[in-house]
């Protein structure tokens, strides 16, 4: 399966200010996915990045507030900008395939960034 | 949209018991339903699937079924062990893209 590899693992950031987390796959891949993660929660798709087009954000996350890029097939950022407390959450970068085993499909995710805005 | 239920939220099992996690879900068009671990701490982790051409898989402790009538699919966990503990989603997706819609996840607790 894809490996992935996001950064930073974690951070602290202050409130207004803004981060960007990189994914990086070790193989091309069409797609990649941008999920938070809220405290205790289940995971909520941000957006959808393919390269060479915009992305496709997902109902109450909008661009100005999550730029994503997506320069070529192996590699994607996700900003989060002018930063609240509410930004704080875990963010996680996926990419779709292989499924386990002799399952049919599944999706990949990166480490995780562990955000907490103070 | 897709809409996805889970039950329960927490799970508490003694070890070498059984444990049942269900999941319903609303868009009668999804066809492709896969079962996530998530230890503390780490990512989640694909750990089985289903399609919705296929009523019961399994793999070794761990089974998954299916029943697209009544929109519900369970998973199915034997033998627990304590490094089963973890938080488990289940997820509906359809379509080309399978991008799956998440159940809010259960927290399962084995007791050695």
């Known amino acids: 399966s894809a490996v992935i590899s996001q950064k930073p693992s974690r951070d602290i950031c202050q409130r207004g200010t803004s981060l960007t987390i990189q994914c990086q796959v070790d193989s091309q891949v069409t797609m990649m996915f941008w999920y938070r993660q809220q405290p205790g929660q289940s995971l909520t798709l941000i957006a959808t990045a393919n390269q060479g087009s915009e992305a496709t954000y997902e109902s109450g996350f909008v661009i100005d507030k999550f730029p994503i890029s997506r320069p070529n097939l192996t590699f994607s950022t996700l900003t989060v900008s002018n930063m609240s407390p509410e930004d704080s959450s875990i963010y996680l970068c996926s990419v779709a395939g292989p499924g386990t085993g002799n399952s049919n499909y599944g999706y990949t995710f990166g480490s995780g960034t562990r955000l907490t805005v103070v | 949209g897709e809409n996805v239920e889970q039950h329960p939220s927490t799970l508490s099992v003694q070890e070498g018991d059984s444990a049942v996690i269900k999941c319903t879900y609303s868009?009668?068009?999804?066809?492709?339903f896969p079962w996530y671990k998530q230890e503390l701490g780490k990512r989640p982790q694909l750990i089985i699937d289903i399609r919705s051409n296929v009523g019961e898989k399994k793999d070794q402790r761990i089974a998954v079924t299916l029943n697209k009538t009544a929109k519900h699919f369970s998973l199915h966990i034997t033998e627990t062990q304590p490094e089963d503990s973890a938080v488990y989603f289940c997820?509906?997706?359809?379509?080309?893209?399978?991008?799956?819609?998440f159940g809010r996840g259960t927290s399962l607790i084995v007791h050695p």
């Open positions: 868009d009668s068009a999804s066809n492709y």
């Open positions: 997820a509906a997706s359809s379509g080309g893209s399978y991008i799956p819609t």
